[in-house]
T-cell receptor, first 108, second 115 residues
Framework: GQNIDQPTEMTATEGAIVQINCTYQ??????LFWYQQHAGEAPTFLSY????GLEEKGRFSSFLSRSKGYSYLLLKELQMKDSASYLC?????????FGPGTRLSVLP | EAQVTQNPRYLITVTGKKLTVTCSQN?????MSWYRQDPGLGLRQIYY???????DKGDVPEGYKVSRKEKRNFPLILESPSPNQTSLYFC??????????????FGQGTRLTVV
């Protein structure tokens, strides 16, 4: 399968900024997605990058570098409700494959 | 309302008793997929389908079957469930145009326990 890598766990403080990184194989790449998943619930869509650069959407931004096979999700002004897993997913060929996910804990 | 519907939400069954988890989407999406999620292992793909009558194995297909006779439905079949198939299962669908697709929409999940 597609090799997608993310840190397993991260911790940050309420009000802070956190960056979650994702690396993937570049062959067959057709776009990268970020999802948020609270424990026991379905993943929900956050962002999509197909071109290089930064996409901003409120408190969340996502960056892509296709040549480096690298993306990050930036979360600003962290809130307690942002405690969740964050999954990057690769539009690989015609398939849709997820990374292992990063579990983010936001502390007061 | 656009949605992906899975049934049942919760299921406890015994080893070896065949079961089917249904998945239906009302968005006319070409692509559908099944994932299982286990602690520490993330979402692992079981099978996916690019369109009617077209299915392919994902990373963990052993012990599972699927069918895609209609565009809207993509059932997951466990012919002889075993305890290692105890997991949280998600169905997803997305619109695709050639090699490019939109974001995936997920069902609510099915928590399966095999004893």
């Amino acid at each position: 399968g597609q090799n997608i890598d993310q840190p397993t766990e991260m911790t940050a403080t309420e009000g802070a900024i956190v960056q979650i990184n994702c690396t993937y194989q570049t062959s067959g790449f057709n776009g990268l997605f970020w999802y948020q998943q609270h424990a026991g619930e379905a993943p929900t869509f956050l962002s999509y990058n197909v071109l290089d650069g930064l996409e901003e959407k409120g408190r969340f931004s996502s960056f892509l570098s296709r040549s480096k096979g690298y993306s990050y999700l930036l979360l600003k002004e962290l809130q307690m409700k942002d405690s969740a897993s964050y999954l990057c997913a690769d539009n690989y060929g015609q398939n849709f494959v997820f990374g292992p996910g990063t579990r983010l804990s936001v502390l007061p | 309302e656009a949605q992906v519907t899975q049934n049942p939400r919760y299921l406890i069954t015994v080893t070896g008793k065949k079961l089917t988890v249904t998945c239906s989407q009302n968005m006319n999406h070409e692509y559908m997929s099944w994932y299982r999620q286990d602690p520490g292992l993330g979402l692992r793909q079981i099978y996916y389908s690019m369109n009617v009558e077209v299915t392919d194995k994902g990373d963990v297909p052993e012990g599972y079957k699927v069918s895609r006779k209609e565009k809207r439905n993509f059932p997951l079949i466990l012919e002889s469930p075993s305890p290692n198939q105890t997991s949280l299962y998600f169905c997803a669908s997305r619109r695709t145009t050639g090699m490019v697709g939109t974001e995936a929409f997920f069902g609510q999940g099915t928590r399966l326990t095999v004893v």
